[in-house]
């Protein structure tokens, strides 16, 4: 996905409950995915990641879904907690360029 | 490890100045990434060095803004001279080896310099 301009989505959520942060590509070439996740005043930080050939992968509490066909990936947090309160960036990559997304920003509230 | 590390970390600076942001990848790391970071555009890879070597520097907006790799463990972004437009937090990333069959090795971030051209 490139990036879109000023207004960031946002995601609202009680904590305790899941979140499902969605992201469209653009690039049906891409064959590697990543969800970053950037707190306020820090660089983003790696999550998880997928290659095209799967299309689920799971982490500690986080788990990625592709879907190739739309060309669509999304990121579920379980039990989500404050300290998840960040902008969450999906990109795309193939060869050594990463493109990344607008980014989602996901409100945590206590 | 202490993760790639940035200065300056805040940066203010008149119009027409030289700015030189510095970046020190984690040991080991092969690649290195420059980035920037505004609103308007997002996250914009600028300049892509692999094994101190520029790989691709299509990101580079202008000839005002140019990097160096002189050793692997040291990287410079220069802007000469620095305008308003360019205000934006700029970050250096690191990666293992860059591509590896294919796929892209994970980069990691860091704290990125914030900038103001006044």
Redesign the interface.
């Given at each position: 996905g490139e990036?879109?301009?000023?207004h960031l989505p946002t995601l609202s959520v009680q904590e305790g409950d899941n979140s499902i942060i969605n992201c469209a590509y653009s690039n049906s070439a891409s064959?590697?995915f990543?969800w970053y996740k950037q707190e306020s005043?820090?660089?983003?930080?790696?999550i998880i990641?997928i290659?095209s050939n799967m299309d689920k992968r799971q982490g500690q509490r986080v788990t990625v879904l592709l879907n190739k066909t739309v060309k669509h990936l999304s990121l579920q947090i379980a039990a989500t907690q404050p300290g998840d309160s960040a902008v969450y960036?999906c990109a795309e990559?193939?060869?050594?360029?990463?493109i990344?997304?607008?980014?989602t920003r996901l409100f945590v509230k206590a | 490890d202490a993760g790639v590390i940035q200065s300056p970390r805040h940066e203010v600076t008149e119009m027409g100045q030289e700015v030189t942001l510095r970046c020190k990848p984690i040991s080991g790391h092969n690649s290195l990434f420059w980035y920037r970071q505004t609103m308007m555009r997002g996250l914009e890879l600028l300049i892509y060095f692999n094994n101190n070597v520029p790989i691709d520097d299509s990101g580079m907006p202008e000839d005002r803004f140019s990097a160096k790799m002189p050793n692997a463990s040291f990287s410079t972004l220069k802007i000469q001279p620095s305008e308003p437009r360019d205000s934006a937090v700029y970050f250096c990333a690191s990666s293992l080896g860059g591509v590896v069959k294919g796929f892209q090795e994970t980069q990691y971030f860091g704290p990125g310099t914030r900038l103001l051209v006044l």
């Open positions: 990036s879109v301009g000023l064959d590697y990543i005043g820090k660089g983003p930080q790696f990641d290659r960036f990559g193939g060869g050594f360029k990463t990344f997304g607008a980014g | -």
